[in-house]
């Protein structure tokens, strides 16, 4: 992995401090979406993935692109993906992923597009994409589990609870990613979603890799996955019951 440390002016690192819980617990994007993103690439070269996390995108587009840079604020983050040989895991702002002039194929950015500067970063992607080469981001909001009582609950905790402690641009999450600027040719996009078949436990384990809980339990020096533990636990089911866990994905893909 590239070690460069970001610049004196990065912004804000909100994941460092849910890096280790974040690769277990986040959900994965469906196969489909990849397949679709592969499709629309006339050549397989290289994809940048910006914001990579640890590697929920990066991963997949290893398996359809010859070579993978995925860039994040994050080296915690970062240290905690799963190594693939084809992959070049760097420690970047957005801004400045280091790829070279027209390399990309594909410029991807899963979950993150809110957290940059976007008068910086769109000027990034033009300079890094091939001619013809296709941008796409994505992100999901708050989830749907299908269960009227377990549901109800849930979004109060989303609303009620942590909401004030989400940093600033999750607005910008939960309507799709619709009033952000996208400067590109767009091109029609089909429906995807995330599904899980989780347990208790790992819905909750997803939960804790939220910032805005982290937050919040910094802010209060108590855990607020605890009560919602114990509120889910009369409405879940059994201790191995599974639930279908549902996140339809905003996305938005073009050309320069």
Request: hydrophobic residues 45%.
């Amino acid at each position: 992995m590239t070690a460069t440390p970001p610049s004196a002016s990065a912004p804000p690192d909100h994941f460092s401090r849910v890096a280790a819980g974040y690769a277990g617990g986040r959900p994965g994007y469906p196969e489909a979406l990849f397949d679709w993103l592969a499709a629309r690439c006339e050549q397989h070269e290289l994809a940048v993935d910006v914001g990579a996390g640890t590697g929920q995108a990066a991963l997949p587009l290893a398996r359809r692109f010859r070579r993978v840079i995925a860039t994040d604020l994050s080296a915690e983050q970062l240290a905690n993906a799963t190594a693939a040989p084809n992959i070049d895991w760097r420690v970047a702002v957005a801004e400045d992923t280091g790829a070279g002039a027209q390399s990309a194929d594909l410029v991807t950015v899963a979950q993150a597009l809110h957290w940059f500067d976007l008068g910086k970063f769109w000027p990034e992607v033009r300079r890094i994409l091939k001619p013809g080469g296709l941008v796409a981001v994505w992100t999901y909001g708050v989830l749907e589990v299908g269960d009227p009582q377990v549901d109800g609950c849930v979004q109060s905790f989303y609303w009620n609870r942590v909401h004030p402690y989400w940093p600033a641009g999750r607005e910008h999450v939960e309507n799709g990613y619709a009033k952000l600027s996208f400067p590109f040719a767009q091109e029609a996009v089909p429906p995807f979603a995330m599904e899980c078949r989780w347990t208790l436990d790992q819905f909750l384990a997803y939960v804790r890799t939220w910032s805005a809980v982290a937050r919040m339990a910094e802010a209060t020096g108590h855990d607020p996955v605890a009560g919602l533990q114990r509120e889910l636990a009369a409405l879940w089911g059994e201790f191995a019951a599974r639930h279908t866990v549902r996140w339809p994905l905003g996305l938005r893909a073009g050309r320069p």
